[in-house]
């Protein structure tokens, strides 16, 4: 028999807590996440009576609990929020449409509405034929691009206040480490995914789970009996996310603060004051959030449309120039920003209904969507 | 000398990928001169049950990095984890939390 929980001294404990150690029963551990998650909510000022909340909802574990969380908080503490469950689906056959699956049982479950936009009618391209195109690798640069203005444009259509996303101390860690890795300085500065992760994109944003382990979050699930979806994106295991994520799991076993103790350094992380940061405007095409003329799914949307789609990632700036000049590629160039020998026939085309059109889409903001100038 | 012991032996979270899919496996472990403890339960798993991509599922003598055990619904952290000695009839649950969020 294992020990007796820690906080009520009777029942058996049914896990030790990564964070503290403590050994908790089954009631006293939800009791305890439930609580912690609901003072984390209110210590960061995360909501506001009467706001509309988008819980960004992949179907996945961490998105399924925080909107199982944000509901029995919400109905428990009287937070006055409006929820809603909100989709992106990147077009990933055998993967995103089995994981809508589980958003639309759990959507049924809840009774919260549920809104899906997709790539597909967003940018005129499925993240298959994107990998058609790009091959194995940086397929998680663009969806991970499109995903952030996807959840911004769906928000909007919904009259969303803000975003929660479903992000544990796992992930942010994660992120914290891969932009520490990679020199990213602007990401580092904005809290390193760390931060209240607000101000990026068009809505505001917030990660009620950000302090939840990883752990707990999948005990959390397994002793609420939530269902979940859970498969590898078959896109992912070419990712470098992979590896941070496999090295941060070594760290964690040998000491399981490393993950919370990643978070706080994203945080507490400050930058030279003397270090300049690329000053943030608007896109000239699209008008989102962007720090060059064009934003970056612009930019991978123009190289895919121009059968170069290389052209957004790495650093190719002489190559757009030459491109922006109207001057020639050569084969050469051309090969290095990827393009196919062959030009496959195009997607069949989606009717646009209403989320289609950008114009209504950005309304709001008076914004533009990202396919309707020419470059 | 230890008798044949009949577990339940469950996968989720992803881990059931490895597994042909499926989740819940009833097994019965054969007579052997030693205890069966998890850690030779994870060898016998890698003969036994596993169909793929082993090194995502072990790692030298023990489970991946991020692979969570519950042995009857408890969490293997508390139990002695490979040390752990098993009886007839119980739950061995192993969880991904390795795939997507």
Known sequence: MPATCSACGTSPAALRRPKTGHALCRACFLAAFEEETHQAIVAGRLFRPGETVAIGASGGKDSTVLAHLLQLLDQRHGYGLRLLLLSVDEGIAGYRDASLAAVRRHQHRSGLPLHVVSYRQLYGWSMDRIARHLGPRNNCTFCGVFRRQALDRGALLMGADKIATGHNADDVAETVLMNFLRGDVGRLRRGAGAGPAGGEGAVPRCKPLRHAYEKEIVLYAYFQGLDYFSTECVYAPQAYRGYARALLKELEAARPSAVADLGHSGERLSLRSDLRMPARGTCQRCGYVASQPLCKACVLLEGLDRGLPKLGIGKHRRLRDKLQDGQPLTQEERRRLGALAEEEPPEEQVPLGELGRDEELWGKQELRGPRDLDF | MAAPMSLLVEFGGGAELLFDG???????????????????????????LLKERPELFIQGDTVRPGILVLINDADWELMGELDYKLQDQDNVVFISTLHGG
């Open chain 2, 22 to 48: 499926v989740k819940k496996h009833q097994v019965t472990l054969p007579c052997q001169p030693e205890p069966w403890d998890i850690r030779n339960l994870l060898k016998w798993i890698k003969q036994n």
